[in-house]
T-cell receptor, first 113, second 112 residues
Framework: KNQVEQSPQSLIILEGKNCTLQCNYTVSPFSNLRWYKQDTGRGPVSLTIMTFSENTKSNGRYTATLDADTKQSSLHITASQLSDSASYIC????????????FGAGTQVVVTP | GAGVSQSPSNKVTEKGKDVELRCDPI?????LYWYRQSLGQGLEFLIYFQGNSAPDKSGLPSDRFSAERTGGSVSTLTIQRTQQEDSAVYLCASSLVGGHLFFGSGTQLSVL
């Protein structure tokens, strides 16, 4: 069973609207939680990294939140743009095992005009 | 270069042939990772190099897969006797320890 579950699997939103993506994880303990954006045919690009002591981190119109008690994270996209169409991947890292990042399957976001 | 470079970008091969995939990491990054991504699936860990330490090979799916990193820089992933189920995008990433991963654009491998 995947230790990082993302929802929804996909969503379609109108340009200019906001949306929130969810990530639930069972990895414990964990070092940090990351969100990546992957455009079609490209490698993932890092959006945010949060340690277990951080609750929120922003990167432009992207805001990630983390609740380490409930093992949940969310990624909020504000005022979506067509260029936001991509897969958004939640990744959890384990202490002393930087190589073994646990990847979620991603949420496919499509922004329409 | 400024980013992680992978070559070739696309590789079509026949079942049973060997293939080599190359990764040039960002200069100064001590950590290098190989992942595999099948269509519509999440990234699957293959192998991790960190400095001069022994690589973590626990993600390699079979002994047909091997990887090396020469001089702490360029890495080559080799798949021997390719099978159709090896078809996927192979992604390489590099980082400073614990830092952001910077991914290449991947190699799309198609085994006919």
């Amino acid at each position: 069973k995947n230790q990082v579950e993302q929802s929804p699997q996909s969503l379609i939103i109108l340009e200019g609207k906001n949306c929130t993506l969810q990530c639930n994880y069972t990895v414990s303990p964990f070092s940090n939680l990351r969100w990546y954006k992957q455009d079609t045919g490209r490698g993932p690009v890092s959006l945010t990294i949060m340690t277990f002591s951080e609750n929120t981190k922003s990167n432009g119109r992207y805001t990630a939140t983390l609740d380490a008690d409930t093992k949940q994270s969310s990624l909020h996209i504000t005022a979506s743009q067509l260029s936001d169409s991509a897969s958004y991947i939640c990744v959890v890292s384990v202490p002393d095992s930087w190589g073994k990042l646990q990847f979620g399957a991603g949420t496919q976001v499509v922004v329409t005009p | 270069g400024a980013g992680v470079s992978q070559s070739p970008s696309n590789k079509v091969t026949e079942k049973g042939k060997d293939v080599e995939l190359r990764c040039d990491p960002i200069s100064g990054h001590t950590a290098l990772y190989w992942y595999r991504q099948s269509l519509g699936q999440g990234l699957e860990f293959l192998i991790y190099f960190q400095g001069n330490s022994a690589p973590d090979k626990s993600g390699l799916p079979s002994d047909r897969f091997s990887a090396e990193r020469t001089g702490g820089s360029v890495s080559t992933l080799t798949i021997q006797r390719t099978q159709q189920e090896d078809s996927a995008v192979y992604l390489c990433a590099s980082s400073l320890v614990g830092g952001h991963l910077f991914f290449g654009s991947g190699t799309q491998l198609s085994v006919l």
